[in-house]
């Protein structure tokens, strides 16, 4: 009988990828957001310098950052894109949902392991390369599908957190507005002023 979940090494799941491309959608990877076009964000997009260096992304491979995966910089990309050469690209091989691996690589116990293996003499230089991403041991499910069902289970659940924070956001900005014209029709000082400001 195949035990319901097994221990592996990263190396056995993933090989590093290193092919190159300059002509396609440049990616980002943030703790906050992980994986993201780069004309997503407020940051300036053109990196400058020649492109030639950039490596491949494609969907379903997990991409970290070398000097902020311990921050959790890691994440399974949705896009085809490329990323700059200070990432790491690791494809998967046909026994890993990348989306389950999205989230199980951002447990804590996991950065701290990352932080442990990483090379540099600070947290601002440490930098995790791939053979050392390779040696960890992780527990997983022995089965994709069970790997495809949790990752599927947390997805959802980010999309409805989403969700409902930006429903929050907008009743609290209506409820500001509102507090905010009553408070002035009462007062002649700074909220008698933010009334004239919104009319």
Not at 10 to 38: Q, T
Not at 124 to 146: C, H, R, W, Y
């Amino acid at each position: 009988m195949v035990p319901a979940w097994e221990q592996r090494k990263l190396g056995e799941l993933f090989e590093e990828s290193d092919e190159r491309a300059s002509d396609r959608e440049i990616l980002s990877v943030s703790v906050a957001n992980g994986i993201y076009p780069a004309s997503e964000s407020d940051r300036e997009t053109n990196p400058g310098a020649s492109l030639a260096n950039y490596k491949i992304v494609h969907f379903g491979d997990v991409v970290y950052n070398s000097m902020r995966m311990w921050q959790g910089a890691v994440d399974a990309s949705r896009y085809d894109g490329i990323v700059s050469p200070a990432y790491v690209v690791a494809r998967p091989n046909s026994e890993v949902y990348a989306r389950f691996f999205a989230r199980l690589l951002r447990q804590p116990m996991l950065l701290k392991q990352y932080q442990q293996v990483s090379q540099g003499n600070s947290k601002d230089t440490q930098v995790l390369k791939f053979d050392d991403f390779a040696s960890i041991g992780i527990s997983m499910p022995a089965s994709e599908n069970e790997q495809r069902q949790i990752g599927g289970f947390f997805d959802r659940l980010d999309s409805l957190i989403t969700l409902h924070q930006r429903k929050y956001c907008g009743v609290a900005s209506w409820m500001l507005g509102v507090a905010l014209v009553r408070l002035g029709s009462e007062s002649d000082g700074a909220f008698g002023e933010m009334k004239h400001v919104l009319r």
